[in-house]
């Protein structure tokens, strides 16, 4: 029997306003109370639709046809606006079809191994000089070397990757969500900071592209061979095949290269370094898991550089890894929109709506996860992620994440490799001012103390 979706008190236009004030207690809010969804009326558009029911969830983003992405348009598609976490249809379909071996089998050995090296290059700068540091901008170097090496086939280099932290500190203030984020046809001009972040950004993109096709042409990989090869030393890289697909006569829309290499470029490597700073924060505040992490980290590692073969004996930091993408989800919601009338369970949700399918609210639900604010490694020893269906930070359906064993892998190793050396100590408010954009951002520099360990 078809039933009326639900509605929260108070006007649309006020709960409007307290979704874009601070969106993560709004979603805590109607996760509390709303057993399926809710749709909250917005003055002149389509409903704003938050399904709360994880089986909801997935059927959701099992339908790609009637529950489409959001386009990127707007500043957003300054950067890139038909790159693969974008797109769909057809367009999805081929790219995904180019990409995917660059995600695939050896791909993901290489990328976990080019962590352990840059791990081991990170260890050594932090015994040289101790001290305060900004964890964030730490790991976003460490991440989008690794990204731009293995995708890419070329290692922007550290200086690079410091002006890249510094350019998405500007996107993720100017896509932060405010009570304007649901009326952005009347609140849409980019400001000029962002717009110049944005310049840069396709600039090293362009930059990345060129390079790359001229040691294609020579008929070299990359200079130290961590692009990615396959038995034939044909390079697996992710630009590789896009260039060979292009060589191919594969058609493509205009600029479709490089939105696929800004969208990676990003996405390969934010969510990630977003991760391992709250685990960083995490173990900081709770130091017996760290001190688990540390012996299970060596025995496992000894002395050596981390790499591939090394993540299956790190079951506790995996587990650690993983509670802690529960609890402070990179990702912390997924957003699909509705073009007709479509049903869903038992409900009817209107053409023109906007559909939030909210992780951090329901990672933190106790009819979902027994004390779900609680760190707890072992919960995961309990429970087989897999299984879990109201656990879901890399999506699900044909459009999740394509890199979830890229993340996982690396940032076991990420973690095992430093907990083993360092404490990094971090105040316990650091993490109290956490901005919703795309993803979820601190509001500023989250400072560790780096002090080697016992």
């Given at each position: 029997?078809?039933?009326?979706?639900?509605?929260?008190?108070?006007?649309?236009?006020?709960?409007?306003?307290?979704?874009?004030?601070?969106?993560?207690?709004?979603?805590?809010?109607?996760?509390?109370r709303?057993?399926?969804?809710v749709?909250?009326?917005?003055?002149?558009?389509?409903?704003?639709?938050?399904?709360?029911?994880?089986?909801?969830?997935?059927d959701?983003?099992?339908?790609?046809?009637?529950?489409?992405?959001?386009?990127?348009?707007?500043?957003?598609?300054?950067?890139?606006?038909?790159?693969?976490?974008?797109?769909?249809?057809?367009?999805?379909?081929?790219?995904?079809?180019?990409?995917?071996p660059?995600?695939?089998g050896?791909?993901?050995?290489?990328?976990?191994?080019?962590?352990?090296?840059?791990?081991?290059?990170?260890?050594?700068?932090w015994?040289?000089?101790?001290?305060?540091?900004?964890?964030?901008?730490?790991?976003?170097?460490?991440?989008?070397?690794?990204?731009?090496?293995?995708?890419?086939?070329?290692?922007?280099?550290?200086?690079?990757?410091?002006?890249?932290?510094?350019?998405?500190?500007?996107?993720?203030?100017?896509?932060?969500?405010?009570?304007?984020?649901?009326?952005?046809?009347?609140?849409?001009?980019?400001?000029?900071?962002?717009?110049?972040?944005?310049?840069?950004?396709?600039?090293?993109?362009?930059?990345?592209?060129?390079?790359?096709?001229?040691?294609?042409?020579?008929?070299?990989?990359?200079?130290?061979?961590?692009?990615?090869?396959?038995?034939?030393?044909?390079?697996?890289?992710?630009?590789?095949?896009?260039?060979?697909?292009?060589?191919?006569?594969?058609?493509?829309?205009?600029?479709?290269?490089?939105?696929?290499?800004?969208?990676?470029?990003?996405?390969?490597?934010?969510?990630?370094?977003?991760?391992?700073?709250?685990?960083?924060?995490l173990?900081?505040?709770?130091?017996?898991?760290?001190?688990?992490?540390?012996e299970?980290?060596?025995?496992?590692l000894?002395?050596?550089?981390?790499?591939?073969?090394h993540?299956?004996?790190?079951?506790?930091?995996?587990?650690?890894?993983?509670?802690?993408?529960?609890?402070?989800?990179?990702?912390?919601?997924?957003?699909?929109?509705?073009?007709?009338?479509?049903?869903?369970?038992?409900?009817?949700?209107?053409?023109?709506?906007?559909?939030?399918?909210?992780?951090?609210?329901?990672?933190?639900?106790?009819?979902?996860?027994e004390?779900?604010?609680?760190?707890?490694?072992?919960?995961?020893?309990?429970?087989?992620?897999?299984?879990v269906?109201?656990?879901?930070?890399?999506?699900s359906?044909?459009?999740?994440?394509?890199?979830?064993?890229?993340?996982?892998?690396?940032?076991?190793?990420a973690?095992?490799?430093?907990?083993?050396?360092?404490?990094?100590?971090?105040?316990?408010?650091?993490?109290?001012?956490?901005?919703?954009?795309?993803?979820?951002?601190?509001?500023?520099?989250?400072?560790?103390?780096?002090?080697?360990?016992?």
């Amino acid at each position: 029997m078809r039933q009326q979706l639900p509605k929260p008190p108070d006007s649309g236009l006020l709960n409007a306003a307290r979704f874009g004030s601070n969106p993560r207690r709004f979603l805590e809010g109607v996760q509390s109370r709303f057993e399926d969804l809710v749709a909250v009326p917005i003055p002149g558009r389509g409903p704003l639709v938050v399904v709360t029911n994880p089986r909801l969830v997935h059927d959701v983003l099992s339908r790609p046809g009637e529950f489409p992405r959001v386009a990127a348009g707007g500043s957003a598609a300054m950067i890139a606006e038909r790159g693969l976490v974008q797109s769909e249809g057809d367009l999805w379909r081929q790219q995904r079809s180019i990409v995917g071996p660059a995600f695939a089998g050896k791909q993901v050995a290489a990328y976990a191994d080019t962590v352990g090296r840059r791990t081991d290059e990170l260890a050594a700068e932090w015994r040289a000089d101790p001290g305060e540091r900004n964890v964030h901008a730490e790991m976003t170097t460490l991440t989008i070397r690794v990204a731009s090496e293995i995708l890419l086939g070329d290692d922007i280099g550290h200086e690079a990757a410091e002006e890249f932290h510094g350019w998405m500190q500007t996107a993720g203030r100017e896509f932060e969500f405010s009570p304007s984020t649901l009326a952005p046809e009347i609140f849409s001009r980019p400001s000029g900071e962002f717009e110049a972040a944005a310049g840069e950004i396709r600039a090293m993109g362009e930059e990345i592209i060129a390079r790359r096709r001229e040691t294609l042409a020579a008929g070299h990989g990359d200079g130290d061979g961590n692009g990615g090869e396959n038995g034939d030393g044909e390079q697996r890289d992710m630009l590789a095949l896009l260039l060979r697909a292009e060589a191919d006569g594969v058609e493509m829309p205009p600029n479709q290269i490089r939105d696929e290499v800004l969208t990676f470029l990003i996405a390969g490597h934010e969510t990630t370094a977003l991760s391992l700073t709250y685990a960083w924060a995490l173990l900081s505040w709770h130091p017996a898991v760290r001190d688990r992490v540390r012996e299970e980290a060596r025995e496992v590692l000894g002395g050596g550089t981390p790499r591939y073969d090394h993540v299956r004996d790190l079951d506790y930091t995996e587990r650690a890894f993983r509670e802690a993408i529960r609890l402070y989800p990179a990702a912390w919601a997924t957003f699909r929109s509705t073009r007709e009338e479509v049903r869903l369970g038992d409900y009817v949700v209107p053409s023109g709506a906007s559909v939030i399918l909210p992780q951090w609210s329901i990672h933190r639900d106790p009819r979902y996860f027994e004390n779900p604010t609680e760190f707890d490694p072992d919960r995961w020893l309990r429970r087989k992620p897999q299984n879990v269906e109201a656990y879901f930070p890399f999506s699900s359906g044909p459009h999740a994440c394509i890199g979830q064993a890229f993340s996982l892998s690396g940032a076991t190793l990420a973690l095992a490799g430093l907990v083993r050396e360092f404490d990094v100590e971090i105040p316990g408010d650091a993490l109290s001012d956490l901005r919703a954009t795309p993803t979820l951002r601190p509001a500023g520099p989250v400072t560790g103390r780096i002090e080697p360990a016992d």
